[in-house]
C-alpha cells in the first residue's frame, strides 16, 4: 500500500510539496484529484487550462457537476455512473476515451481520461484523473471512418458496376457462342447440300462423260490417234472423280451419316496415316450401352477429331500417334497423343489460335471440355471429353489451356 499512498504522504511532507507541485505543473496532461465527496482538492495549470479555469475557481467544486454533468448530445450524465467516481467509490479504476468533458465556457471537447483510487494508511480518500482533450484525434478518426465508409461506399458500387459489366460480357459470350454454333450448324448443313448436289448433278454427269468415252473407245479402235485420245480422256475422268470424292467427303463424309461416328473416325485415321505416313495406334473402346450421339454431336466430335489430326500434321513434326477413344453411355472421350516437338502455352494464348478456340467452342456447347497442352512425356497431348447423357453445363469447367 505504501506505493498507492504515496500521493497524499508526499503531500503531508513540506519536502515533498513544492516538488510535487513542480511535477504536476511540467506536464502537458491534465491532472486533478478529488476527495470522496467528489470536490477537487487539487489541480494543475495545465488541466486548469484545458477547462478553460484558473485552478483556484475549482478547488472545492464538485468536479463531476462542473466538468462531467452531460454527454456530448446534452443529455444528463448522472453521477452514480460517472466512472470517475467509481474509482474511489467502488475501487474501480477506468480508463476511457468516448466521454466529453465541459469548458467554462460551455463547449465541450472529447477526453481521454483515466481514474485511480488515492489510498491513505490503507483507506480510500478519493482518485487522480488525469486527462487529455483528443478532439483532434476524434476527429482525424471522424475523417478516417468517413473516408473507409465512402471508399467501401465506392468499391461496393465499383464492385457492383464491374458485376453487372462481367453478367454482359457473359451474355454477350453467350450470345456469340450461340451465334458461333449456329453459323457452324448452318455451314455444317451447307457443306452436306453441296456435297448432295455435287454427288448428285456432277458425279453423274462425270459417270455419263465416262460413259460416253468408253462408247467411243470401242469405236475408234482403228483410229489410232483418237483412240489415244479418249484413253487419256478417261484418264482425266477417272482423276476427276476421284477428286470429286475427296471433295464431298472434305464437305460432309458420307460415311458419317450411313454409318456413323465410330466408323467416321477409323475411316478417317486410316486417310490421315496414309497421306502422313505417320506411325498410329487407334483404340475404340465402345460399351454396348453407349446411346447413339445425336447428329449434331456426332459432328460437333468428327470435326474435333478431325482438326487435332489436322494440327499434328501441322504443328507437331511428329513421327508417330496415339489414339484412344471410349464410350459409354454417359460420355465419349477422344485421348490424342503424338510425339512431336509439343506446344507451348504461349502457341495456345495465341489470338490466331483459332483451331483450339474452335475446339473448345464445340466442346463447350455441348456441355463438353477441352484439355490440350504439353504432355509430361514430350510432345503434346489432347484430352477431350463430350457427354453423352444428360447436360448439365454449369457443372463444367472449360478451360482449353491445360498442363497434362
Known amino acids: 500500500m505504501a506505493a498507492e499512498s504515496s500521493i497524499i504522504e508526499f503531500a503531508a511532507h513540506p519536502s515533498w510539496r513544492d516538488q510535487l507541485a513542480l511535477l504536476l505543473n511540467s506536464t502537458g496532461e491534465g491532472i486533478y484529484g478529488v476527495n470522496l465527496d467528489g470536490q477537487c482538492v487539487f489541480i494543475n495549470r495545465a488541466g486548469a487550462e ?10 472545492g467544486q464538485n468536479m463531476h457537476k462542473v466538468i462531467h454533468h452531460s454527454h456530448a448530445d446534452g443529455g444528463c450524465y448522472p453521477v452514480d455512473l460517472c466512472p470517475i467516481y467509481h474509482a474511489f467509490r467502488q475501487n474501480q479504476p477506468c480508463r476511457i476515451d468516448s466521454d466529453v468533458l465541459w469548458r467554462a465556457d460551455g463547449t465541450n471537447f472529447y477526453a481521454e481520461y483515466s ?14 484523473v488525469t486527462f487529455l482533450d483528443i478532439s483532434e484525434r476524434k476527429r482525424a478518426e471522424g475523417l478516417l471512418r468517413r473516408a473507409r465508409e465512402e471508399l467501401e461506399q465506392r468499391v461496393s458500387e465499383r464492385t457492383l458496376e464491374l458485376t453487372e459489366a462481367l453478367a454482359t460480357i457473359a451474355r454477350s459470350n453467350e450470345r456469340f457462342r450461340q ?21 448428285d448433278e456432277l458425279g453423274s454427269v462425270l459417270v455419263k462423260l465416262k460413259l460416253d468415252v468408253n462408247w467411243l473407245q470401242r469405236r475408234l479402235e482403228d483410229e489410232s490417234k483418237l483412240y489415244e485420245k479418249t484413253i487419256t480422256m478417261g ?10 470424292s475427296r471433295i464431298i467427303d472434305d464437305l460432309r463424309p458420307s460415311i458419317l451419316d450411313h454409318q456413323g461416328l465410330w466408323a467416321a473416325m477409323e475411316w478417317y485415321e486410316q486417310e490421315f496415316i496414309a497421306a502422313t505416313g505417320l506411325r498410329s495406334r ?9 446411346p447413339i ?25 511428329a513421327t508417330a ?8 453411355q454417359d460420355a465419349l472421350t477422344i485421348k490424342v497423343r503424338d510425339n512431336g516437338r509439343g506446344i507451348t502455352l504461349a502457341q495456345l494464348r495465341h489470338p490466331k489460335s483459332h483451331g483450339v478456340l474452335g475446339m473448345s467452342e464445340r466442346a463447350r456447347h455441348f456441355g463438353g471440355k477441352l484439355e490440350i497442352g ?5 510432345g503434346t497431348r489432347v484430352h477431350v471429353w463430350l457427354p453423352l447423357g444428360p447436360r448439365n453445363d454449369g457443372d463444367v469447367k472449360n478451360d482449353p489451356i491445360t498442363d497434362l
Open 179 to 199: 451465334l458461333s454454333m449456329h453459323l457452324q450448324t448452318v455451314r455444317e448443313a451447307e457443306r452436306a447440300r453441296i456435297a448432295r448436289e455435287i454427288h
Open 293 to 317: 450421339p445425336s447428329p449434331p454431336l456426332a459432328t460437333a466430335a468428327y470435326r474435333i477429331f478431325q482438326e487435332i489430326l489436322n494440327n499434328v500434321a501441322r504443328h507437331a513434326n
Open 321 to 328: 500417334i496415339e489414339i484412344h477413344v471410349t464410350a459409354d
Open 282 to 290: 487407334l483404340d475404340l473402346d465402345i460399351a454396348s450401352t453407349t
Open 235 to 244: 484418264r482425266l475422268i477417272d482423276t476427276a472423280v476421284l477428286d470429286l
Open 115 to 128: 481514474s485511480y483510487p488515492i489510498f491513505d494508511q490503507g483507506q480510500i480518500t478519493g482518485a487522480v
Open 374 to 378: 504439353p504432355a509430361a512425356a514430350g
Open 50 to 59: 484545458l477547462l478553460g479555469y484558473q485552478p483556484v475557481q475549482l478547488l
